[in-house]
T-cell receptor, first 112, second 114 residues
Framework: QKEVEQNSGPLSVPEGAIASLNCTYSDRGSQSFFWYRQYSGKSPELIMFIYSNGDKEDGRFTAQLNKASQYVSLLIRDSQPSDSATYLCAVKHGSSASKIIFGSGTRLSIRP | KAGVTQTPRYLIKTRGQQVTLSCSPISGHRSVSWYQQTPGQGLQFLFEYFSETQRNKGNFPGRFSGRQFSNSRSEMNVSTLELGDSALYLC?????????????FGPGTRLTVT
């Protein structure tokens, strides 16, 4: 079992709709969760981070964390063609000495 | 505030050679992490430095090494290059230890080993 799992996609969503990206993790001790967006040929760009159970909203983006079920999701409202990219989920265990583990990413395509 | 810078951006080396990559973090950031990204393996953690000390290391052979200087700039070195080392090498900086703070990535160095 991979430590951080994401559906590789591609996930195709019509423009203006809500895109929902999911990520599950195996380590119950994980404490920090991050979502990155990566355009083709570019480096990852931090979109959101979340540490507590529940929802965290930032503009069109909402991160949702459920530690009991060990999943974290990213919702993108009013999807735009510019949102088409690969979205990487990253998770860190609570130990200060542990490293951040990245999922393999979900390719999102917003169709006009 | 300037972002993370990495040099060089592109590099072509021959198998068996060694290479040094450089990373300058965002001003004021003290933590630097290095990652290797390939199409097949995704983004894999190499090591993390905080205040000139290696805090963590990924599952890479000893040919991969790094260091951090007192100004927080970091270098990574790969000796005896292999074809499989061809990848995008990304540096990420953070105000403090990663996990407690968010990371910001540089543009990367594209290494091609022939």
């Amino acid at each position: 079992q991979k430590e951080v799992e994401q559906n590789s996609g591609p996930l195709s969503v019509p423009e203006g709709a809500i895109a929902s990206l999911n990520c599950t993790y195996s380590d119950r001790g994980s404490q920090s969760f991050f979502w990155y967006r990566q355009y083709s040929g570019k480096s990852p760009e931090l979109i959101m981070f979340i540490y507590s159970n529940g929802d965290k909203e930032d503009g069109r983006f909402t991160a949702q964390l459920n530690k009991a079920s060990q999943y974290v999701s990213l919702l993108i409202r009013d999807s735009q063609p510019s949102d088409s990219a690969t979205y990487l989920c990253a998770v860190k265990h609570g130990s200060s000495a542990s490293k951040i583990i990245f999922g393999s990413g979900t390719r999102l395509s917003i169709r006009p | 505030k300037a972002g993370v810078t990495q040099t060089p951006r592109y590099l072509i080396k021959t198998r068996g050679q060694q290479v040094t990559l450089s990373c300058s973090p965002i001003s004021g950031h003290r933590s630097v992490s290095w990652y290797q990204q390939t199409p097949g393996q995704g983004l894999q953690f190499l090591f993390e430095y905080f205040s000139e000390t290696q805090r963590n290391k990924g599952n890479f052979p000893g040919r991969f090494s790094g260091r951090q200087f007192s100004n927080s700039r970091s270098e990574m070195n790969v000796s005896t290059l292999e074809l499989g080392d061809s990848a995008l090498y990304l540096c990420a900086s953070s105000p403090g230890p990663t996990g407690l703070y968010e990371q910001y990535f540089g543009p990367g160095t594209r290494l091609t080993v022939t």
